[in-house]
């Protein structure tokens, strides 16, 4: 039984165009929701983060939007570049303050 | 070293083996962190040591499998009598302390039971 859904295996996108990660969750508990990006052969890296407290964390190019009453969140990369093309994991932390639970990632390819 | 280390980065061993993975975790982190990650899924937590004592393993597989950190720094994860379903790459982590933001992970060692 997933808690932490995302829906979309893939998603490519145009150089400069806007890329949308979307991750929802079933877990009530969750209350902090960290994206990680992945490329291959190398571990999981920190991107962005935010706290149930808010629905909007900014940093750079990258954006991420909580929705508490749809359990749902997103990612926003704007503009897309190449150098982004990997695979995005969304995860959450609840309950414990340890314990990360993933979604299965979105592999976002960002075409030239 | 400045990130987490784990080696060795690839391991293929013959079902029925006993493997260890190492984990080098960044200095200063009291907190680690075992993650599995199989093919077509996201990691999953398998345990979490805060100093030298395992505070949670609640999400290792079975008796197979076994961590220790005994000077509070690098972990090694064993895992005994290996069986095909084991072949995944495992991730180790590590955080200041546990809740303290975002854990750093290692690039991981894919494990390959033949």
Known sequence: ?112 | GAGVSQTPSNKVTEKGKYVELRCDPISGHTALYWYRQSLGQGPEFLIYFQGTGAADDSGLPNDRFFAVRPEGSVSTLKIQRTERGDSAVYLCASSLMAGAGEAFFGQGTRLTVV
């Open chain 1, 1 to 112: 039984d997933q808690q932490v859904k995302q829906n979309s295996p893939s998603l490519s996108v145009q150089e400069g165009r806007i890329s949308i990660l979307n991750c929802d969750y079933t877990n009530s508990m969750f209350d902090y929701f960290l994206w990680y990006k992945k490329y291959p052969a190398e571990g999981p890296t920190f991107l962005i983060s935010i706290s149930s407290i808010k629905d909007k964390n900014e940093d750079g190019r990258f954006t991420v939007f909580l929705n508490k009453s749809a359990k749902h969140l997103s990612l926003h990369i704007v503009p897309s570049q190449p150098g982004d093309s990997a695979v995005y994991f969304c995860a959450a932390l609840g309950g414990s303050n340890y314990k990360l639970t993933f979604g299965k990632g979105t592999l976002l390819t960002v075409n030239p």
